[in-house]
């Protein structure tokens, strides 16, 4: 029984519930229909609905109207209106409650305070930036000299967070905070409803924390505490950090009208740490290196990594083009001619695909790697919300390439006729010398070799030796006889 179901039902949710008490045979009385709801009553589908708009309207309106006094009291009056003290305050008691009422209760409004120990770091840290250093120096610098980081120094309040080090967010978070000008600051996030499912909207909402943009945000008109730099310092921060961002851009836009081919990139990775190796071009060489900053070495202690890893290409083709040149040995040529012909009559019938749908595929990697960079960020201690942020929207992301991947193209892609062994010999004989033709081909031609080869390279410092995996990119099925080998000629 419902008493109000103005109050019950918000906006769908009586269409999307009801038929399951249907279902189930159970009645659902409401007092404004006389008792319990007919589902074959045509009044009744439509009063109900309309219960659930009366409702949906008032939260509309409820929300509306307290986030305007919230507004109100921040511009007008400076009230700080709760949340987490940033780093450099704390939070302090301002007296009893400007409503009589909720005074009488007890209530007490409170302030943002100097936090004696963290004040200080704050100037400074604002001061390094404008003398030209960048975040992960400041980062690097805080942390060599052992003061606390702000989940640390504020443990309480940060208990899912790594305490080791300064992290070059935490340091962007603060020269982004316009409250150390002393003027509160509100409105930088908001609330959003985001359906589950685009393709099942029955399943509803789900509530995230979204950014709102600069100008969105509302500052108090006069200061609400006490100031820990100026608005010229402030100001001078955010100079400092546009005139950076417009030279990277330059350097980006640069770097990409001249860019190079790398024939392993994002094929070595460092067995140290597990991560991948940058390729660089030093004095018309190119080399794989992996750098472990200052940062990264205070949150792993038990890591002994050298400042940096270098492995040069050239030294690694040569190695791996010879290894693959070995296949087109004489004494291994009948034998790789026949692997070809297998691989050929098996590319012949798989299932073409659009170029919507290699589209799709690569789509799902990338996506993949975004997942694997968000984790590691919630690792490493990111913001939780705005990492589940990030983390379903490459999900959403994800769940829509593969939905075109899975489509069926409109029209019937003609299939490629394999080669044979006799066409294939041929092709081989016609190049020549393999491994001189492997050797000197352009770094373009050589990339996609490597890709359909699944060439891998772990390089390990300490041995100088490059561990090198080749696992096929082809398409391939692997399956087991359920009976075992109880019965091996029925395989």
């Known amino acids: 029984m419902i008493g109000e179901p103005q109050r019950t039902f918000y906006g769908n949710q009586f269409g999307n519930t009801f038929p399951v ?21 045509e ?20 929300k509306i109207r307290v986030r305007t006094a919230m507004s109100s009291q921040a511009q007008l009056q400076g009230r700080y209106l709760g949340g987490r003290p940033p780093y450099g305050y704390r939070i302090a008691d301002a007296g009893p409650h400007p409503n009589p009422s909720k005074a009488a209760a ?62 070059q967010g935490a340091v962007r978070a603060i020269l982004l905070n316009p409250r150390y000008t002393g003027h509160e600051v509100w409105n ?39 100031a820990i730099i100026s608005s010229d310092l402030f100001d001078a921060a955010h100079s400092v950090r546009t005139q950076r961002a417009r030279n990277q851009g330059r350097q980006e836009r640069a770097g990409k009208q001249g860019a190079r081919t790398y024939a392993l990139r994002g094929r070595v990775r460092c067995s140290l740490c597990g991560r991948k190796m940058q390729p660089a071009t030093i004095r018309s060489h190119v080399y794989y290196r992996c750098e472990f900053k200052e940062e990264e070495a205070a949150l792993y202690p038990d890591l002994t990594h050298p400042r940096t890893v270098y492995l040069r290409e050239d030294s690694v083709c040569q190695a791996l083009d010879r290894w693959i040149a070995r296949a087109f040995a004489p004494d291994r040529l009948s034998a790789t001619i026949e692997a070809l012909t297998h691989a050929s009559a098996a590319a012949s019938t798989a299932e073409p ?19 694997a960079r968000y984790q590691a960020a919630l690792d490493a201690g990111a913001d939780p919300a705005v990492v589940t942020q990030w983390i379903n929207e490459a999900q959403r992301d994800k769940g829509a390439a593969r939905k075109k991947l899975d489509a069926r193209p409109a029209v019937t892609l003609k299939r490629q006729s394999p080669l044979d062994a006799r066409q294939i010999r041929q092709i081989t004989e016609s190049l020549g010398d393999v491994a ?28 100088r030796t490059a561990t090198v995996r080749s696992r096929s990119s082809s398409p391939y099925r692997q399956s087991l006889c359920p009976r075992g080998d109880l019965n091996p000629h029925a395989r």
């Open 21 to 41: 008490f249907v279902h189930f045979r159970i009645p659902l009385w409401v007092p404004e229909v006389g008792g319990p709801i007919d589902p074959d009553n």
């Open 43 to 62: 009044a009744h589908d439509l009063v109900m609905p309309v219960f659930g708009g009366m409702s949906k309207g008032e939260r509309n309106r409820i």
């Open 106 to 167: 007890g209530q007490r409004i409170h302030k943002l305070d100097l936090d004696p120990v963290a004040a200080p770091v704050v100037q400074r840290l604002f001061t390094m930036y404008v003398d030209g250093m960048s975040y992960s120096a400041i980062a690097a610098q805080l942390t060599r000299e052992g003061i606390p980081c702000p989940s640390a120094h504020d443990a309480t309040r940060n208990p899912h967070r790594k305490k080791t080090a300064w992290q």
């Open 188 to 226: 930088k996030q908001r609330k959003e409803e985001r359906l589950l499912d685009v393709d099942d909207v029955t399943l509803g909402h789900r509530t995230h924390m979204t950014h709102n943009p600069p100008d969105e945000w509302i500052h108090s008109n006069e200061p609400a505490h006490e």
């Open 353 to 371: 695909q659009t170029p919507e749908q290699a589209q799709a595929r690569q789509a799902i990697k990338d996506c993949e790697r975004r997942l």
């Open 436 to 463: 001189q033709r492997i050797q000197t081909a352009a770094v373009e031609k050589k990339g996609p070799l490597y890709d359909s080869l699944g060439i891998t390279i772990s390089y390990e410092n300490a041995t």
